[in-house]
Antibody, heavy 121, light 111 residues
Framework: QVQLQESGPGLVKPSETLSLTCTVS????????WSWIRQPPGKGLEWIGY???????NYNPSLKSRVTISVDTSKNQFSLKLSSVTAADTAVYYC???????????????WGQGTLVTVSS | QSVLTQPPSASGTPGQRVTISCSGS????????VYWYQQLPGTAPKLLIY???QRPSGVPDRFSGSKSGTSASLAISGLRSEDEADYYC????????????FGGGTKLTVL
């Protein structure tokens, strides 16, 4: 059974960089696309971006200037960096696997449990 | 403001049939598949419907999806108390450089 687990600091200061890692277990990170999705407290879902295990990426245009998603296939992990954060970036951050499409569809079959990141000084 | 528009709330009594709508445009629902997610309180979303009307293994056939033009609907028949959750529609949007877009979510209450 594939499992995803997000990890990283739960508190980030304004203007700093948010860094999270998603560790994939029970399956290989290869041959799939992987996304980051976030959900502000009490609000809806927002897609951040996806990456293919080979390293190719596609980001939400609204966040593109601040986002970097990368992969470490040797550790079966992929990571998210979001720079210049503000309070508006406070959210539960999820990592998820694309089931069978090439990244250009929201067919997320496995999700991490989510991790709350709060942006505050 | 979400790209896809859903009613913020819906309700029904046990055994009833309820539908949740999702309205988009030609660049998303009108030209791409629609997906539906169920999010129980405090948990990650779960894929409920893919490619407009397909159910992943394990999803009861009480859940069904449909699409027409730039709108889609999720129907839940034989409503149960455990169906009380937030429901989100999603699609790929071809505008800009392409992106996944979600609806704002519909909170379903089982009365």
């Amino acid at each position: 059974q594939v499992q995803l687990q997000e990890s990283g600091p739960g508190l980030v200061k304004p203007s700093e960089t948010l860094s999270l890692t998603c560790t994939v277990s029970g399956g290989s990170i290869s041959s799939y696309n992987w996304s980051w999705i976030r959900q502000p407290p009490g609000k809806g879902l927002e897609w951040i971006g996806y990456m293919y295990y080979s390293g190719s990426t596609n980001y939400n245009p609204s966040l593109k200037s601040r986002v970097t998603i990368s992969v470490d296939t040797s550790k079966n992990q992929f990571s998210l960096k979001l720079s210049s954060v503000t309070a508006a970036d406070t959210a539960v951050y999820y990592c998820a696997r694309h089931w069978f499409c090439g990244g250009d569809c929201p067919d997320f079959d496995y999700w991490g449990q989510g991790t709350l990141v709060t942006v505050s000084s | 403001q979400s790209v896809l528009t859903q009613p913020p709330s819906a309700s029904g009594t046990p055994g009833q049939r309820v539908t949740i709508s999702c309205s988009g445009s030609s660049s998303n629902i009108g030209s791409n598949f629609v997906y539906w997610y169920q999010q129980l309180p405090g948990t990650a979303p779960k894929l409920l419907i893919y490619r407009n009307n397909q159910r992943p293994s394990g999803v009861p056939d009480r859940f069904s999806g449909s699409k027409s033009g730039t709108s889609a609907s999720l129907a839940i028949s034989g409503l149960r108390s455990e169906d009380e959750a937030d429901y989100y529609c999603a699609a790929w949007d071809d505008s800009l450089s392409g992106r996944v877009v979600f609806g704002g979510g519909t909170k379903l209450t089982v009365l």
